[in-house]
């Protein structure tokens, strides 16, 4: 069973243009989800993350909206930068126990 | 403030064989998880150790077994090595049961 869905599965952007990922889960467990940034050859880190108690977070130039009822959230990268390229993950998590459902990650390029 | 640090970088296995990773996790973090990340995948969680014992474990056979020392290090040992236990192997952080998880930068396994 697929728990959690990202797409697309890569995504090719101008500098200066939105990035948007989308990620849909199946377990109504789960009440953290956050979204990971990897570059090649390093782990992943966290980038920002949201509770279900709100619909949308704003850090900088990423945001995540979250739809509750709909079982999906989504990252947005305004402004676009070439170093924001890099694999994406969602990561939903419940609180229940620090384990991290990964989906299977967007392959961001933004070109300069 | 050293991050998530993982040793070895690098190794290289036969079938068959066996192989130990070692993980020290961020100052005054207490939990540990370990994730394996095949090329072109999400991470998949393997176990996550507290207070030197598995709290929770993913779906991986029982060649995965792990240990967590009283100073919080970690340990991951895979018995008798399969070619698709080529992967990277991550180990993730975090103090308590916070659910922000902090990734080092990965053990990659090829095994021959």
């Known amino acids: 069973q697929q728990q959690v869905k990202q797409s697309p599965q890569s995504l090719i952007v101008q500098k200066g243009g939105i990035s948007i990922i989308n990620c849909a889960y199946e377990?109504?467990?789960?009440?953290?989800f956050p979204w990971y940034q990897q570059f090649p050859g390093k782990g992943p880190a966290l980038l920002i993350a949201?509770?279900?108690?709100?619909s949308e977070k704003k850090e900088g130039r990423f945001t995540i909206s979250f739809n509750k009822s709909a079982k999906q959230f989504s990252l947005h990268i305004m402004d676009s930068q070439p170093g924001d390229s890099a694999t994406y993950f969602c990561a939903p998590e419940g609180t229940s126990g620090s384990r991290l459902t990964f989906g299977e990650g967007t392959q961001l390029t933004v070109n300069p | 403030d050293a991050g998530v640090t993982q040793s070895p970088t690098h190794l290289i296995k036969t079938r068959g064989q066996q192989v130990t990773l070692r993980c020290s996790p961020k100052s005054g973090h207490d939990t540990v998880s370990w994730y394996q990340q095949a090329l072109g995948q999400g991470p998949q969680f393997i176990f996550q150790y507290y207070e030197e014992e598995e709290r929770q474990r993913g779906n991986f056979p029982d060649r995965f077994s792990g240990h967590q020392f009283p100073n919080y290090s970690s340990e991951l040992n895979v018995n008798a090595l399969l070619l698709g236990d080529s992967a990277l192997y991550l180990c993730?952080?975090?103090?308590?049961?916070?659910?922000?998880?902090?990734f080092g930068p990965g053990t990659r396994l090829t095994v021959t």
């Open positions: 377990n109504t467990a789960f009440d953290y």
């Open positions: 949201i509770r279900p108690d709100v």
């Open positions: 993730a952080s975090s103090p308590g049961v916070s659910l922000e998880q902090y």
